[in-house]
């Protein structure tokens, strides 16, 4: 915990999974002074109120803002640019602006005009989530030894950008700088184009006749099971990062494509020896990622048999 807090006062806009594991976090950690909050429907901010997901819901972002010296952007990707577009002007002089949207340049290019001068505009994203969403689907541990990756730009000011990764730390993660267009790269390679793939794997197996739903349901216990919870993700942020991370994705994409065919045609042609080494060479990336502590090499995809 320390000595001081780090912020007075954080506003979130947007009350869904990241902002409340944000505010869960925060409060765990004694890290802020007062949280303020506010979400696009009267629902969602009744929920956040009825749950004390924050210390103060209120019903427009301007408003949220008002003598805050951390915001915090946590809606859609598609959002950033409105919501900034309304509360630039009610932004207090010295505060700092993130956000935690999935993609970088596209929200950099949408909020960026609207923040004043005087005030520090620090892009941020944490490689942590879940496939649900809502004011009530957050919790503390969520970005506990996960990665934020902070894109501050060149003119950043070094202070807000230590103190904001000092917050992120607070909150159990690990920070690392990156730039913009860079993290668009990577995001497309570890977690767009997978999210794609699993979207479309799952559409597959609703198409196919030949296997009848309640079979997929049954049986889904090797592989398909994992497509389908990351399938189950929000559509409307996903819509939003594939709109917003084009040129990245499908660049990904297109390299994909040519390794499916390379790998279709290898079992065409019965060329055990193509996908055994292919096998071989991906069996080292999990372990790799396991090495890393981002996973652990628990049996059954991961899962605790409690959850
Ligand atoms: P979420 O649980 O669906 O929450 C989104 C919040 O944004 C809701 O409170 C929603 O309000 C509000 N909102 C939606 N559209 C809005 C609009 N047009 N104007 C104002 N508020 C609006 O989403 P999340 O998972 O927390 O995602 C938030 C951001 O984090 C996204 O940019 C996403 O890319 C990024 N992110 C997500 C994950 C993940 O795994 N989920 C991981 C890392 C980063 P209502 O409830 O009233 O509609």
Same mark, same amino acid.
């Not at 004011?135 to 506990?144: E, I, K, Q």
């Given at each position: 915990m320390p000595d001081a807090p780090l912020y007075e006062r954080v506003a979130f806009i947007g009350l869904g999974l990241i902002a409340g594991s944000m505010a869960h976090a925060m409060r765990r950690g004694g890290l802020v002074g007062e949280t303020v909050g506010t979400a696009r429907s009267a629902d969602t901010r009744d929920v956040a109120r009825e749950i004390g997901l924050v210390d103060r819901v209120v019903d427009s972002a301007a408003e949220a803002v008002e003598g805050a010296d951390l915001v915090v952007l946590a809606v859609p990707v598609g959002a950033m640019g409105g919501v900034a577009e309304e509360i630039g002007p009610k932004l207090a002089p010295g505060a700092t602006v993130t956000d935690v949207g999935s993609v970088k340049r596209a929200v950099i290019e949408a909020v960026g005009p609207h923040i004043p001068e005087g005030v520090h505009f620090i892009p941020a994203h944490p490689l942590a989530g879940t496939e649900h969403s809502g004011? %009530?689907?957050?919790?503390?541990?969520?970005?506990?030894n996960r990665f934020t990756l902070i894109v501050p730009s060149e003119g950043s000011d070094r202070d807000a950008v230590g103190r904001l990764e000092t917050l992120w730390q607070g909150m159990g993660a690990h920070t690392e700088e990156m730039d913009a267009d860079h993290h668009d790269l990577v995001l497309a390679v570890t977690s767009h184009t997978p999210h794609l793939i699993a979207y479309t794997m799952v559409g597959v197996a609703d198409d196919?006749? %030949?296997?009848?739903d309640s079979e997929v349901i049954k049986y889904s216990a090797a592989g398909f099971r994992d497509f389908t919870r990351i399938a189950a993700s929000d559509p409307t942020m996903w819509r939003d990062v594939f709109l917003h991370n084009k040129d990245a994705t499908l660049e990904i994409l297109g390299r994909f494509t040519e390794e499916l065919f390379a790998l279709q045609r290898a079992i065409r042609t019965g060329d055990g020896d193509q996908l055994f080494d292919y096998f071989t060479h991906t069996r080292e990336i999990r372990r790799g990622i396991i090495e890393a502590g981002q996973d652990t090499d628990a049996p059954d995809f991961g899962r605790a048999k409690t959850k």
């Open positions: 004011p %009530r689907s957050g919790f503390a541990t969520l970005f506990d196919l006749r %030949r296997v009848t």
